[in-house]
């Protein structure tokens, strides 16, 4: 079996950060190329940057492919830019706050070698702090959504309680580490462009269970993750920006329900616009309220 690898890195105003992750990949490819003796390419979409990426990277890095685009076009869109030009067997999605570890790639690509059932693979995310960061987790349908929004999500679990342990066929993996064979890509399209940002992850996951691939978790395969280093903290916070997620996917993939699932979400948005409004929290009350007129 061919283990040829393409990598493809977004980076936005993280010149510092990419600078580190594309160090960290420098490690890890001589690492696998030296055992497997494979071809790798590794792409490099960077979204707009104002910060200096660009000319940073063709300077330290003249090996790495370079898309220096003139927008912003957000994580989906230019993930799929990266997977188009791309030309290898296999396509490792990496965040520019990802930094793998020398053996990641390899332990990554023999996993494929041994699972011919794998189409796409999450691997074990290190925080800063030393945790490990929950990755995984399932699919979203119309229960599940239920009780994560009323705030009882281990009723019916969107995340797992805890980390896996072990290797496991999940429902989604984070899209910081996306690795996955190009066959994955060419029959499902990859991310769903009308996602800008939030979700995107989960969501190509749910085409890619559809069309009969298997997704799998495998903890032996490690990347320190920074997490969040290309977008600001905002009023929304990470819980505002699912619930958007959330409410595309069941437009999307349950759309009999969405009626439903739409009062629901609107019923619980009013009643934290309440709550936190007694407690004087006006800028959560304010991102619930958005969200609410958008819905």
Not at 131 to 140: A, C, F, P, T
Not at 171 to 196: Q, S
Request: hydrophobic share 40%; with cysteine.
């Amino acid at each position: 079996m061919r283990k040829d690898l393409s990598i493809i890195v977004l980076s936005f105003n993280t010149k510092e950060v990419t600078d580190k992750c594309l160090s960290a990949l420098k490690k890890a490819l001589k690492y696998c190329q030296t055992r497997l003796k494979n071809k790798i390419e590794v792409i490099v979409i960077d979204n707009a940057s104002s910060d200096g990426s660009p000319q940073l990277i063709r300077k330290r890095y003249p090996w790495v492919k370079l898309i220096a685009l003139e927008e912003n076009t957000g994580f989906s869109k230019g993930n799929n830019i990266g997977m188009r030009e791309s030309k290898y067997p296999f396509i490792l999605l990496l965040n520019s706050d990802c930094f793998v570890t020398e053996s990641a790639l390899y332990d990554a690509l023999n996993y494929f070698e041994q699972n011919p059932n794998c189409g796409l693979l999450g691997a074990k995310l290190i925080l800063p702090n030393g945790r490990v960061q929950i990755s995984n987790g399932y699919l979203y349908n119309p229960v599940n959504i239920f009780f994560w929004i009323a705030g009882l999500p281990w009723v019916a679990p969107i995340h797992p309680r805890k980390v896996m342990d072990k290797v496991s066929e999940v429902g989604w993996v984070m899209g910081a580490f996306f690795m996955l064979r190009r066959e994955v890509f060419e029959k499902t399209g990859g991310f769903d462009e009308n996602i800008f940002m939030y979700g995107e992850e989960v969501e190509w996951c749910k085409r890619i269970r559809d069309k009969g691939f298997k997704i799998f978790y495998v903890p032996s395969v490690v990347a320190k993750h920074l997490d969040k280093a290309s977008s600001k903290a905002d009023a929304s916070g990470p819980f505002v920006k699912e619930i958007r997620g959330v409410m595309y996917f069941t437009q999307k993939h349950y759309k009999s329900w969405y009626p439903i699932v739409n009062l629901i979400v609107k019923i619980f948005l009013v009643v934290r616009i309440v709550f936190f409004g007694l407690r004087q929290d006006e800028v959560r009350v304010r991102a619930y309220r958005s969200v609410f007129n958008n819905l």
